[in-house]
């Protein structure tokens, strides 16, 4: 079956610009996380969706937005970017068992922001 | 913030040696989880180990937990040069028993396998 699929791969943009990235999930997946990764920070959490709603949010400022659609899709929005905001942007997918307990995520290949 | 933490944070060895990484965190987890990643790239999910679980197998993966000391260990047996990645453990977060979607990484182990 297909990964979890994140668009785009690569992205430049200027300071001040706003950026939307794509993830589409395992199919049956509901649950699905956001991160953002740099060298200096590591991997830092930045929300995760489930069913439509956002229920965990990490500690980003608020132009860090996203979303999830019916079909599980999400979608993460920053605004005003900032140079500081380059990174790589990863999402990922998980299925909760019968029990209520996750699995494990399947990550995206993530999206290489540059800003400049 | 990072809960977990691993251990060291660069490992060089020869191809049919055995690599062993070690992740301690602070909190309590329903389980912990092992990734790696190839440079640049996505993390791929190796093996979930649960609160209740003291060893788990998979391949030439071989992780152990000890949540009495709160720490994880990853054995690579028979290492090979395409076994060369970063590796990161990630734990869960315990609220009210629930999951709640969130992953703490740390901030990894760069695993170098020289042919």
């Known amino acids: 079956k297909a990964g979890v699929t994140q668009t785009p791969r690569y992205l430049i943009k200027t300071r001040g610009q706003q950026v939307t990235l794509s993830c589409s999930p395992i199919?049956?997946?509901?649950?699905v996380s956001w991160y953002q990764q740099t060298p200096g920070q590591g991997l830092q959490f930045l929300f995760e969706y489930f069913s439509e709603t956002q229920r965990n949010k990490g500690n980003f400022p608020g132009r860090f937005s996203g979303r999830q659609f019916s079909n599980s899709r999400s979608e993460m929005n920053v605004s005003t970017l900032e140079l500081g905001d380059s990174a790589l942007y990863l999402c990922a997918s998980s299925l909760m068992g019968q029990d209520g307990r996750q699995n494990g995520y399947t990550f995206g290949s993530g999206t290489r922001l540059t800003v400049v | 913030s990072q809960q977990g933490e691993e251990d060291p944070q660069a490992l060089s060895i020869q191809e049919g040696e055995n690599a062993t990484m070690n992740c301690s965190y602070k909190?309590?987890?329903?389980?912990l989880q092992w990734y790696r990643q190839n440079s640049g790239r996505g993390l791929v999910h190796l093996i979930l180990i649960r609160s209740n679980e003291r060893e788990k197998h998979s391949g030439r993966l071989r992780v152990t937990l000890d949540t009495s000391k709160k720490s994880s260990s990853l054995l690579i047996t028979a290492s090979r040069a395409a076994d060369t990645a970063s590796y990161f453990c990630a734990t869960d977060e315990v609220s009210r028993g629930s999951t709640l979607g969130r992953l703490y990484f740390g901030r990894g182990t760069q695993l170098t396998v020289w042919p």
């Open positions: 199919s049956g997946h509901r649950s």
């Open positions: 909190t309590s987890i329903n389980n």
